[in-house]
C-alpha cells in the first residue's frame, strides 16, 4: 500500500470478477492496521484530470477477512464506475481510510431476527454483515433478502452465501441460522416481486411465518432513494424506531451508491 497526500493511500487489485453485463467485483490488498465495523463503506476511487475521483463504497468482505472486496455496477457514462469496470489484476485504486456507516450491528438493539432487505449491488455491506460471528450473538436467525430485474443479477449475492458453508469455521457459527430470499422482478424465478409488495400483501407472512414485530425484529435496509422511502415507511407504520451509531433502534437505512 502506498501511501498519498490528502489522507489516501493506494490499494493494489488482486482480482477482478464480472459477474454481468452490470455488475461486477473486485478484491484489494487490504492496508496493514486497518480496522472497520462489518458493513461499513469507505471512499474509494481513481485519478480523473490529475485529481481524485472517489465515491462512496461498502466493504463486501468482513471485518476479520485479510483482503477488500468490493461490488459493484457498471454505468455507462458513469464519472468512476465507468473507469472502475476496466479495472484489472495488478492496477491501483485509491482509497481514504475513513470507515463509516450506520448499517452495522452496533446500530441496532438486539433482538431475534434480523431482516437484511437489499435491491441490486445494496446487498454489498450485508456479504459482510452475514460473515461476521458478532451477527450471529446478537441474533438467532438472519434473513437476507435481495431483489434484482433479472436471475443472473442474483449470482454474487447466491456465492456469498454458498461460501459460507464451504468455510469449516463460519460454517458452524452460521449452522442453520442464515436464510437467503432472492427475488426477481423482470424474470420468473423461485421467488418473484419486489419485497415491498410483500411487505403490504399476504406473500411476506406466508413465506416468513410472520410480519414484522418491532418487538423482536430488527433490519437493515440498503438499496436506491426510492426504495429506501418506502421501506422506512412501512418500518415506521409498523412501530419500528429508526437506529443511528449514537441511539441504536429497530431499523437502521443507507443509500446503495450508484454511479
Known amino acids: 500500500m502506498q501511501k498519498e497526500s490528502d489522507g489516501l493511500h493506494r490499494l493494489e487489485v488482486l482480482k477482478v470478477k464480472h459477474w454481468t453485463s452490470s455488475t461486477f467485483s473486485f478484491l484489494c490488498v487490504r492496508p496493514a492496521n486497518f480496522r472497520f ?4 463503506f469507505v471512499m474509494i476511487g481513481l485519478e480523473s484530470d490529475n485529481k481524485p475521483l472517489l ?22 457514462n458513469g464519472p468512476l464506475t465507468s473507469k472502475l469496470q476496466r479495472l484489472k489484476e495488478g492496477d491501483n485504486i485509491l482509497f481514504r ?4 456507516g450506520t448499517l452495522v450491528n452496533d446500530a441496532l438493539l438486539r433482538g431475534k431476527r434480523l431482516f437484511l432487505f437489499s435491491t441490486g449491488t445494496g446487498i454489498a455491506p450485508f456479504t459482510s454483515v452475514i460473515r461476521d460471528p458478532e451477527t ?30 464451504k468455510d469449516e469455521i463460519l460454517s458452524e457459527i452460521v449452522n442453520d441460522k ?32 410472520s410480519d414484522l414485530d418491532p418487538s423482536e425484529d430488527r433490519a437493515m435496509i440498503c438499496g436506491s432513494n426510492a ?22 433502534g429497530q431499523f437502521v437505512i443507507e443509500k446503495a451508491f450508484v454511479d
Open 55 to 76: 465515491r462512496a463504497y461498502s466493504i463486501a468482505s468482513p471485518n476479520w477477512h485479510e483482503e477488500f472486496e468490493f461490488y459493484s455496477i457498471k454505468v455507462e
Open 136 to 165: 450471529y450473538e446478537k441474533f438467532d436467525e438472519v434473513i437476507l433478502f435481495q431483489t434484482c430485474r433479472r436471475k443472473n443479477e442474483l449470482e454474487y449475492g447466491k456465492s456469498i452465501v454458498a461460501s459460507i458453508s
Open 37 to 40: 465495523r462489518s458493513g461499513e
Open 227 to 248: 426504495m429506501l422511502n418506502e421501506f422506512k415507511e412501512i418500518c415506521l407504520e409498523k412501530g419500528f424506531k429508526e437506529g443511528s451509531n449514537s441511539s441504536p
Open 178 to 209: 442464515l436464510r437467503f430470499i432472492p427475488t426477481t422482478t423482470r424474470e420468473p424465478s423461485q421467488y418473484t416481486g419486489r419485497i415491498t409488495s410483500w411487505l403490504k400483501s399476504k406473500r411476506f407472512v406466508e413465506e416468513i411465518g
Open 97 to 100: 481510510n475513513k470507515p463509516v
